[in-house]
Structure formats: structure tokens, C-alpha cells
């Protein structure tokens, strides 16, 4: 066999383990705004950040395949919590607030600042943060901002770009390389990007596939 044969049978299985990973159960076990109302740390964690607005609920629920599982916004900054999602018996999705959305009064936007980044770095079976971009806009400062106390608290995370369907074909690309090319110098950057629609259901059997990969790293 070659190898280019090998490495699209281990891409086959990934995706297999990544739809069976998220075939079975699904649901909301646990909500904190504050740090002493973090659920209990079992099993692997996930996690998902971005600005406001970005799309993460609607990937958490495109990865589950359940439309209402994790609440979708009509106005931005309608994530106000951690919310832990129980994928399976082996782990967890958190939705965590957006950043970034300028309406939001201060001491509001410290507090949330605030509970994210220590839960992002006290967080001990935290495996990964998927670190959602706007496909259409790519990454502002206030994503490097984030991305830099990521690599400094050496918190793993991947970007994974959203709204794709959103994106022009001929845009693709330069976009794709643009940010590749911003994430190749930050040490806690996981190199693949995914791109992803939730509408449109692009790049989330990738996304999945990403999971599984992770967690049979990770030996979960
Ligand atoms: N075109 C397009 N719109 C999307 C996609 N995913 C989400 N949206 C829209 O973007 C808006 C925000 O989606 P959410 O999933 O609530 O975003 P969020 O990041 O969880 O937002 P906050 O919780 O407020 O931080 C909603 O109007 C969605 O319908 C997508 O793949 N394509
Ligand atoms: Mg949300």
C-alpha cells in the first residue's frame, strides 16, 4: 500500500470515529458565570471562544446535529456563561461567551474577561480551545489579543473559521493562507484550520474528525 493510500484510510477512520463520537447523546448539564460554579472537571473538556457573534453555539449545535441544543443568538452577546454540554460519556463542549461586543457594559465585559481566562488556564482536562474566526472578516486585533494569552498560558487551541458559506470562492484561499500564515509563528497554535459552515454543514464531519483525533491522542 502507499502512502498517500494510508493516510486517506486514517482520514476515513477519523471521520468514521468522529461521526460516532457525536452520534449518541447530547446535552446541557451545567451553566457558571462564576468560577466557584464550574461543574466538576470529568472527562475531556472543549472548549469554544470567539467574538461575539462568530458562531459558536451554532457549531456546537452542527457538531451534535441537534438545532436547539445550545441557545443561538438573534442579538449579539447573548452567551453570558460557560455552558457545559456532556457529548457521549467521554466528554464535555463548553460554549463560552463572546468577546468582544462593544454594546456590553464594562464591568460586565471584566467579569466575563475575567472568568474566561481562568477557567481557560486553571482548567485541568481542558484539551483544547477551538478558537472561532469570522471567515468574512479573518482575525482582528482583539483575536491576536486572545491568541496571544493563549501561547502565554500555553492553552492549546485550533482556529476554526465560521460562516464559510459566507465566503466568495475566489476568497478561499487567500484567506486560508492568510491566517495559516499568522498561526505559524504562535507556539500553542494547532496547525490545521478548518473551515466550517454551520448552515451549510461544510468542514463539520472535518471538525469532528479533529475531535476524535484529539481524544485518541489524548488516550480518552
Ligand atoms: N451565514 C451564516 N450565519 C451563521 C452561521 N453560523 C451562525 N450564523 C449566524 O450568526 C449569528 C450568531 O450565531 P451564534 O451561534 O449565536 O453565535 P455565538 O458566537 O454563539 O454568539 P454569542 O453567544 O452572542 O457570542 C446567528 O444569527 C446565526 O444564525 C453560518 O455558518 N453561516
Ligand atoms: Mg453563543
Redesign the pocket.
Known amino acids: 500500500m502507499t502512502s498517500t493510500a494510508n493516510t486517506t484510510d486514517d482520514a476515513a477512520d477519523l471521520h468514521e470515529a468522529g461521526r460516532l463520537l457525536f452520534a449518541g447523546s447530547a446535552d446541557f448539564y451545567a451553566a457558571a458565570q462564576t468560577l466557584d460554579r464550574l461543574p466538576p472537571m470529568e472527562g475531556i473538556e472543549i472548549a469554544?471562544a470567539?467574538?461575539?457573534?462568530?458562531?459558536?453555539?451554532?457549531?456546537?449545535?452542527?457538531l451534535t446535529g441537534r438545532n436547539t441544543l445550545?441557545?443561538?443568538?438573534?442579538?449579539?452577546?447573548?452567551?453570558?456563561q460557560l455552558n457545559f454540554f456532556k457529548v457521549g460519556d467521554r466528554m464535555s463542549l463548553v460554549?463560552?461567551?463572546?468577546?468582544g461586543?462593544a454594546a456590553v457594559e464594562k464591568a460586565k465585559v471584566e467579569a466575563w474577561t475575567s472568568l474566561i481566562h481562568s477557567y481557560l488556564k486553571g482548567r485541568a482536562n481542558l484539551a483544547r480551545v477551538f478558537v472561532?474566526i469570522d471567515a468574512r472578516h479573518g482575525l482582528k486585533s482583539i483575536d491576536t489579543d486572545v491568541l496571544d494569552g493563549l501561547d502565554k498560558a500555553a492553552v492549546s487551541y485550533q482556529v476554526v473559521l465560521?460562516?464559510?458559506?459566507?465566503l466568495k470562492k475566489g476568497q478561499v484561499e487567500s484567506r486560508l493562507a492568510g491566517i495559516q500564515a499568522a498561526l505559524a509563528k504562535r507556539p500553542a497554535a494547532y496547525p490545521e484550520l478548518i473551515l466550517?459552515?454551520?448552515?451549510?454543514d461544510?468542514g463539520v464531519a472535518d471538525l469532528r474528525a479533529a475531535v476524535a483525533r484529539l481524544l485518541a491522542e489524548r488516550g480518552a
Open positions: 469554544f470567539g467574538r461575539s457573534n462568530v458562531g459558536k453555539s451554532s457549531l456546537i449545535n452542527a445550545a441557545r443561538v443568538s438573534h442579538t449579539p452577546g447573548r452567551t453570558q460554549d463560552m461567551p463572546g468577546y461586543y472561532l465560521t460562516k464559510g458559506d459566507a466550517t459552515s454551520s448552515r451549510d461544510l
